[in-house]
Nanobody, 125 residues
Framework: QVQLVESGGGLVQAGGSLRLSCAASGRTFSDVTMGWFRQTPGKEREFVAAIHWSGLSTYYADSVKGRFTISRDNAKNTVYLQMNSLKPEDTAVYYC??????????????????WGQGTQVTVSS
């Protein structure tokens, strides 16, 4: 079992930055591939970014590539999402997710086994 708690959301103007954090507990964090997803009302939860359990590879949705950076600190059992050059269309609830041990990167929410409660990000124009 993995417990995930997101933080760092808030209100920011377009062009600004935010850094989301996701603290994990309950099992070994260093062997878990992590992902960030986001969801707006009436839409399906969509993939944003993922980082391999090794930390050696990452993957991004085209909509955030070049603006967002995912990273992890295994000593702190935490994964981060640095969001720069934010746009109003980035407004959503952002969720942290974890796959099973030693799993590959994935963009599919069905392949993630554990989820946080979400944190709201609002970008004003």
């Amino acid at each position: 079992q993995v417990q995930l708690v997101e933080s760092g959301g808030g209100l920011v103007q377009a062009g600004g930055s935010l850094r989301l954090s996701c603290a994990a507990s309950g099992r070994t964090f260093s062997d878990v591939t992590m992902g960030w997803f986001r969801q707006t009302p009436g839409k399906e939860r969509e993939f944003v970014a993922a980082i391999h359990w090794s930390g050696l590879s990452t993957y991004y949705a085209d909509s955030v590539k070049g603006r967002f950076t995912i990273s992890r600190d295994n000593a702190k059992n935490t994964v981060y999402l640095q969001m720069n050059s934010l746009k109003p269309e980035d407004t959503a609830v952002y969720y942290c997710a974890a796959r099973r041990s030693y799993a590959s990167l994935s963009i599919y929410r069905a392949e993630y086994d554990y989820w946080g409660q979400g944190t709201q990000v609002t970008v004003s124009s």
